[in-house]
């Protein structure tokens, strides 16, 4: 299940500027709170856009001069939706604070850090979640009482709900086993004086005891009195109820013969499978469920081991089905005598079993669906006057912090397993390794740290380089550093290991610091062949956030003796606003060093060239989203012509990535930006060889 903050806010953030309303969208969603942010300037704005559109939340800017907090909370009152609202000042005095909550406000935050604004639209959208919940639960529990009440007027079953001592309901039942006809009969009637005198003293201390929860059981027999004035020796069971939502207690007396060995019968039946002996399907998957959710919790993890019989078709035409059922029973007591401690096994299908048990050894598992095959294999089953013997294939499939927190992901993981063994002549068993495309992002991040990490030792990792080529006949040579790494079997690690989970895998700033050092030396290199080419590096978030960076470039351009024009650092757009601190101190270091300084992925935020008053960036690369359909789409077209133009402006040059094909080259003459670069021109290459000239002529 997902968490809050996995889940789509939407969120109206209503302010006297874009830039705040795009700082906290920035802000909300580097940690990890998912918004569809709409802006408000006025009340006008904020009317229409709660009238047209679904809201979670609005964070409210209490210092506008000529919209209150309290005009907010009453559109938000007359547009009928729950609506949560964070204020948010520049100074949250106690007096404001608790003015804005007497206004409607939720809290008040500081409009100068957003650290307190996360953690309380964190705990609104959880509350405005959990209050979704209680309203859907409320309606069930109006409809779960209708059925309730339906079934005590219909139950043969004798009911009536007493409330200190007196009868408020009873249904017809309990009615007529005490000869009354109508319920204004009873209501009122103490319960006391429906029992025999002999006994009463006996009820009363149940009663007390009942009351204090100090009673072993909820039973009592007792002689009741019936209008006639005769006796009825009965059992009453008593437990705690609500009725018209007051609190009572239920009284029930069973008219029927005892039932609880027929009630032990069906629970059994609805456990296991009636042939095999076996928990069934469905109760095997409410016990993965929860070996799942404490595998995630880290108490213990588990493992599944799928077991099914090879060619089963052929056997069944064999023996017919009267003869399967025969060695389904039987291949499920050698499970049962073969079974690792506390392991629990199910009959999963037609031809197939489930065993789950906790793990202590990983190779005991393995070594359990290994043997657990070949004693299958070497047994003879006697099924009426034929002995046959049939071989089966198995699959182990490990529950531990990062697999799937779904059961049905799980077991199709090991039916998948056991088939192809199945398909590859079965009679084997193997242990389910995800592929990258079936793994969670937990077991991708896993496994991306190793195989990084396994590539930086061995020196296993290789400078590739795109070119970023110029339409205006800016003169140069120019590429886009990335970076190839490769596993011990000589394939290159895939393109989202290598730059999308060095962040999430601690290993991208040391990524960052090779690449930079490559960049580097290949500056040198190609100083005393008298060429000079630019390199654009990018950084990680760890990287910017890396006080020590400046310094260790300039150190690093220092040993090779030469200044930093022609490195230019290229930093995310939304790293820059959402630390916007740490990148001018980072871009005010590396400028001491002369080196250059591009904004990547730029210009998707509700006034980007906001950011160029902090950080006077020499490039901006556009937000590859706007290459999506170029050569059709009018409205990317114009997007990217604006960026240009503005940038262009400002004396900055622009750069559009992923060109693909000559339609998008040929758009992108026309609008005007500075340079283009994609796998059209070249593919990234370890060789530094594009013929720069053939753009410029």
């Known amino acids: 299940m997902k968490n809050e903050t996995e889940k789509l806010i939407r969120l109206l953030i209503v302010d006297e500027g874009l830039h705040k309303a ?71 005095t106690p007096e404001i604070i608790i003015k804005s909550i007497k206004q409607g406000a939720q809290d008040v935050v500081s409009s100068k850090t957003f650290d307190h604004l996360i953690l309380v639209t964190k705990r609104e959208a959880s509350s405005l979640s959990m209050w979704r919940k209680a309203m859907r639960t409320e309606l069930e529990l109006q409809e779960s009482e209708k059925r309730c009440q339906a079934l005590l007027t219909s139950s043969n079953d004798a009911v009536a709900y007493v409330h200190e001592g007196m009868h408020i309901y009873a249904n017809a039942a309990y009615m007529k086993l005490f000869g009354k006809t109508d319920i204004e009969e009873l209501e009122g009637t103490p319960i006391i004086d429906m029992v025999d005198p002999s006994e009463q003293d006996k009820l009363k201390v149940f ?14 027999k007792l002689k009741l009195l019936k209008d006639d004035g005769s006796n009825l020796e009965v059992k009453l069971e008593f437990s705690r109820a609500s009725y018209d939502s007051e609190p009572c207690t239920q009284i029930m007396i069973r008219t029927a013969a005892d039932t609880s060995d027929l009630v032990d019968q069906i629970d059994y039946l609805n456990q296991h499978d009636q042939i095999s002996g076996l928990f069934n399907r469905q109760n095997f998957m409410g016990k993965l469920k929860s070996s799942i959710t404490l595998a995630m919790n880290g108490v213990h993890q588990s493992a599944v081991v799928f077991i099914a019989i090879d060619n089963y078709q052929s056997v069944r035409d064999k023996i017919g089905i009267s003869g399967c059922d025969i060695l389904i029973a039987e291949i499920a007591k050698i499970l049962k005598e073969n079974a690792i401690d506390q392991q629990i096994i199910a009959r999963f299908g037609a031809s197939s079993y489930a065993c789950l048990g906790i793990i202590k050894k990983k190779s005991l598992v393995e070594k359990f669906a290994e043997d657990i095959i070949s004693k299958l294999e070497g047994h003879v089953f006697e099924i009426g006057t034929q002995s046959i013997s049939i071989t089966c294939s198995a699959s182990v499939c490990f529950i531990d912090q990062n697999s799937p927190d779904n059961a049905n992901e799980i077991v199709l993981r090991a039916e998948k397993t056991c088939t192809e063994v199945q398909a590859a002549g079965g009679n084997s068993s193997s242990t389910f390794i995800p592929k990258r495309e079936e793994m969670t992002v ?13 590539a930086l030792t061995h020196n296993r990792v290789t400078g590739v380089y795109q070119p970023v080529v110029s339409i205006k006949a800016i003169g140069g040579e120019r590429y886009f550093s990335g970076l190839q790494l490769v596993e011990e079997d000589g394939n290159e690690i895939n393109y989202q290991i290598n730059q999308i989970f060095p962040d999430k895998t601690g290993t991208a ?48 351009l220092g040993k090779f003796k030469i200044t930093g024009e022609q490195l230019i650092f290229m930093v995310s757009e939304d790293y820059a606003v959402n630390h916007l601190k740490a990148t001018k101190a980072l871009f005010e270091g590396l400028k001491k060093s002369k080196c250059q300084f591009a904004l990547d992925n730029f210009g998707t935020g509700l006034n980007p060239f906001q950011l160029i008053k902090h950080i006077k ?81």
Do not use: C
Not at 31 to 59: H, N, T, W, Y
Not at 60 to 80: C, H, N, R, Y
Not at 442 to 454: F, M, N, R, S
């Open 22 to 92: 795009e700082q906290i969208t920035s802000a909300l969603r580097a940690a990890g709170v998912q918004v569809r942010a709409e802006f408000a300037e006025d009340s006008e704005d904020m009317a229409k856009i709660l009238k047209d559109k679904p809201l979670d939340l609005v964070v409210f800017s209490i210092d506008l001069p000529e919209f209150s907090l309290k005009q907010a909370s009453q559109l938000v009152g007359e547009s009928g939706r729950h609506v949560a609202v964070i204020a948010m000042t520049r100074d949250p």
């Open 442 to 454: 937990q077991e991708e991040v896993g496994v991306a740290a190793g195989l990084i990490k396994d």
């Open 617 to 697: 960036a020499d490039y901006i690369r556009v937000n590859i989203a706007y290459m999506e359909d170029l050569s059709q789409n009018t409205e990317n077209q114009e997007s990217i012509r604006e960026l240009a133009t503005q940038a262009a402006s400002m004396k900055i040059h622009s750069i559009t990535p992923a060109v693909e094909d000559a339609a998008i080259l040929s758009v992108l003459w026309s609008l005007g930006v500075d340079f283009v670069q994609g796998s059209f021109l070249q593919e990234p290459n370890k060789l530094l060889n594009y013929d720069f000239s053939s753009m410029t002529g």
């Open 207 to 220: 009663l007390r005891s009942l009351s204090k929860n100090e009673n072993d059981s909820n039973e009592l």
């Open 509 to 556: 700033k040391t990524l960052d610091r090779w690449m930079i050092l490559h960049a580097i030396k290949k500056i040198n290199e190609a100083r005393k062949k008298s060429r000079r080419i630019e390199f654009f590096v990018p950084l990680s978030v760890d990287s910017v956030l890396d006080s020590g960076l400046s310094d260790w470039v300039s150190d690093s």
